[in-house]
Nanobody, 126 residues
Framework: QVQLVESGGGLVQAGGSVRLSCAASGRDFSSYPMAWFRQAPGKEREFVAAISSTGINTYYADSVKGRFTISRDRPRNTSYLRMNSLKSEDTAAYYC???????????????????WGQGTQVTVSS
C-alpha cells in the first residue's frame, strides 16, 4: 500500500524558514517525479513545486520561485521542500505528491492521478 507522510509543518514568523519532508513507502518512487502542492482555507489546491526522478529538473510556481527549493533523496524515497522568506500568504496545508506513472516534471503540476499524502499545516504569522 502506497503511503506518503509529510512532516515539518508548524507555526513560523514571516520572513522565517521551514523544511517539509515527505517519506514515501509501499513503492519505489525513484523513477517517478515528486511534487508539493498547497491548499489555503477557502481556496483550491495549487501546485507549488515538482522535481524529476533524477533530481536534476525542477519546476516551481511563480509565487514561490526564488524562495522555495524542492529536493529529494532517491534511496530514501523522500522529498523535501525548503521554504525561505515565508509570507503570510504561504499559510496553507502542504501536500506531498508522487506520480503514479512516468510523466514530466511540468506535467506533475496538473496530473490528476498522483499519490497524495495527508498534508502538513504551515502557518506564517505576520
Amino acid at each position: 500500500q502506497v503511503q506518503l507522510v509529510e512532516s515539518g509543518g508548524g507555526l513560523v514568523q514571516a520572513g522565517g524558514s521551514v523544511r517539509l519532508s515527505c517519506a514515501a513507502s509501499g513503492r519505489d518512487f525513484s523513477s517517478y517525479p515528486m511534487a508539493w502542492f498547497r491548499q489555503a482555507p477557502g481556496k483550491e489546491r495549487e501546485f507549488v513545486a515538482a522535481i524529476s526522478s533524477t533530481g536534476i529538473n525542477t519546476y516551481y510556481a511563480d509565487s514561490v520561485k526564488g524562495r522555495f527549493t524542492i529536493s529529494r533523496d532517491r534511496p530514501r524515497n523522500t522529498s523535501y521542500l525548503r521554504m525561505n522568506s515565508l509570507k503570510s500568504e504561504d499559510t496553507a496545508a502542504y501536500y506531498c505528491a508522487a506520480a503514479a506513472r512516468i510523466i514530466s516534471t511540468q506535467a506533475m503540476s496538473v496530473a490528476s492521478d498522483n499519490y497524495w499524502g495527508q498534508g502538513t499545516q504551515v502557518t506564517v504569522s505576520s
